[in-house]
């Protein structure tokens, strides 16, 4: 199993930079990349922090892929 996101289109939405995304949430521009792209499963800490960011339940934001 797998973590998808929508991440990304949250971040376009909001009209955020990869850059500002990373700043509000205490990671690196490097590891929001590697969200984005799939390549990164977060803890469950920086998965609570992007959807409180975001004003999103946890589960608009991540969902499991079989």
């Known amino acids: 199993m797998s973590v998808n996101n929508n991440i990304q289109k949250l971040r ?3 009209e955020l ?3 500002e995304l990373a700043d509000s949430v205490g990671v690196t521009r490097q590891t ?3 969200l984005e792209k ?3 499963t977060p803890s469950v800490l920086l998965a609570l922090k992007i959807s409180k960011f975001f004003k ?3 589960d608009k ?3 499991i892929k079989k």
């Open 12 to 14: 376009a939405k909001a």
């Open 17 to 19: 930079t990869q850059e």
């Open 32 to 34: 929001v990349i590697a």
């Open 38 to 40: 799939g390549d990164y």
């Open 56 to 58: 999103k339940p946890v």
């Open 61 to 63: 934001v991540f969902s």
